[in-house]
């Protein structure tokens, strides 16, 4: 029985995750479950899965999570210290879900705990690629992407010779305003970004994918994961969301993953190791699907990509202060502080305030990522006001 736990039980890709888990009861121990608010859902499926011990985020809900679970044998922990408890047990996978740039510290942890980490959590990639590979080589254990276009690329690149790649392209939907012109983006509210076209997901990615910001982390993330510079990364505008990366070869070949837009099919490859399982997930009928689509995405309407591309550029702690900035726009425009487009302002105004004070340094240490997070969070904040 391989042994696993969820970071993030409770969200999209944790709920996904034990949906696998559930058709192959069989195959699988469930050691730990972590959550936030919902402890409702924690609690029902540690009860479900038999879990051994789960944390919630939120140390308020300690007694009513404990109450939950009082009769059952199941160690119950809350706060940073509960959930990094969690990460510690001794398992052979993690699936690393919780959202932003809380799941980095406890990713790290259970790679330093000799898990497999299974990806989700693209923010840690982007805030720390070089401190999580390094722990994932120290320990031996796999760090495996599980974004869709992350998983879609290690496919694609199965089988070659990673010095016969010339590109890799991936795609974004354009999400829920793809067909609106940039002067349209001005007055569009949370409610409308928290809309996607194709995918189901959590709702802070689900405005990112409207802003492209989602596009954005995973070009960063790409670069982490597959060693690519920036010249080798393009991103496209797919509206139908089924090709989730090509590979183009230096003889003109092209390699493209299409598949489903459910998530189940990247966890399931990470799941069960790269082996491919019969699913419960709908075929793609191309018949039906008729065109697949693709353009080049518009900066003027998708700010966000191009910041994105700088950071992948300056590298070292450039990408925990981007993620940090984007986080704090994005809960000002989820409290209707700050407009749609005003949050890739606030982005590039911090990001420009940092390199202008050196402050972007090319090392990469923990105690530095943490460090420039929280001061990228303030300088966000700063300039929320002024658009
Ligand atoms: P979600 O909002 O549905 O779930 C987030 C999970 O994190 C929940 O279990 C929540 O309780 C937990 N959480 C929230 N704040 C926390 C905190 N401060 N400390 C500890 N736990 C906390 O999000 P999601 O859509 O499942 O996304 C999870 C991660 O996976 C994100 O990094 C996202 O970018 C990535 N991802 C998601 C999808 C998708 O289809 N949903 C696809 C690709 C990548
Ligand atoms: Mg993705």
Redesign the pocket.
């Given at each position: 029985m391989k042994k696993i736990s969820i970071?993030?039980?409770?969200?999209?890709?944790?709920?996904?995750t034990l949906d696998l888990i559930s058709r192959d009861r069989d195959h699988f121990k469930v050691v730990g479950l972590?959550?936030?608010?919902?402890i409702e859902l924690?609690a029902e499926s540690a009860i479900k899965f038999n879990a051994d011990v789960v944390a919630?985020?939120n140390d308020s809900k300690f007694h009513d999570l404990k109450q939950m679970l009082s009769g059952y044998q199941i160690e119950v922990c809350a706060g940073?210290n509960g959930?990094l408890e969690v990460a510690s047990q001794k398992v052979d996978w993690v699936m690393?879900?919780?959202?932003?740039s809380?799941?980095l510290l406890?990713g790290l942890k259970a790679l330093e705990a000799g898990a497999n980490l299974a990806l989700?959590?693209?923010?840690s990639m982007v805030a720390a690629g070089p401190i999580m590979k390094r722990a994932s080589e120290e320990m031996g254990v796999k760090l495996i992407p599980?974004?869709?276009e992350h998983s879609a690329i290690s496919q694609v690149l199965r089988g070659e010779e990673k010095n016969t790649l010339s590109k890799i392209i991936i795609t974004a939907s354009g999400g829920a305003f793809r067909n609106l012109t940039a002067a349209e983006l001005i007055d569009v509210t949370p409610e409308q970004a928290s809309k996607h076209p194709n995918?189901?997901?959590?709702?802070?990615?689900?405005i990112?994918s409207a802003s492209l910001f989602?596009k954005a982390?995973e070009v960063i993330e790409a670069k982490e994961f597959f060693g690519l510079e920036s010249s080798k990364i393009e991103v496209l505008i797919h509206p139908q969301s089924l090709v989730h990366a090509i590979g183009c070869f230096f003889d003109g070949g092209m390699k493209a993953h299409i598949g489903p837009p459910d998530?189940r099919h990247?966890i399931a490859y990470a799941l069960y190791e790269e082996k491919r399982l019969n699913l419960p997930l709908e075929e793609v009928d191309l018949s039906k699907v008729g065109t697949l689509d693709f353009e080049k995405p518009d900066y003027l309407k998708y700010p966000a990509l191009k910041l994105g591309f700088d950071v992948l550029e300056h590298g070292g702690l450039a990408g925990a202060a981007f993620n940090a900035a984007k986080e704090e726009a994005l809960d000002n425009f989820l409290d209707h502080k700050l407009s749609f487009l005003g949050m890739a302002d606030v982005v590039s105004a911090t990001m420009d305030e940092l390199a202008s004070k050196n402050q972007l340094s090319p090392e990469l240490e923990l105690d530095a990522v943490l460090e420039i997070d929280s001061h990228a969070r303030s300088v966000a904040k700063m300039f929320v006001d002024k658009f």
């Open positions: 970071l993030g039980a409770t969200g999209s890709i944790g709920r996904n972590t959550g936030a608010n919902n924690l919630t985020a940073i959930i690393s879900s919780i959202v932003g809380a799941g406890p989700a959590n693209k923010e599980v974004d869709s995918w189901n997901m959590g709702q802070r990615i689900t990112d989602n982390l998530m990247a």
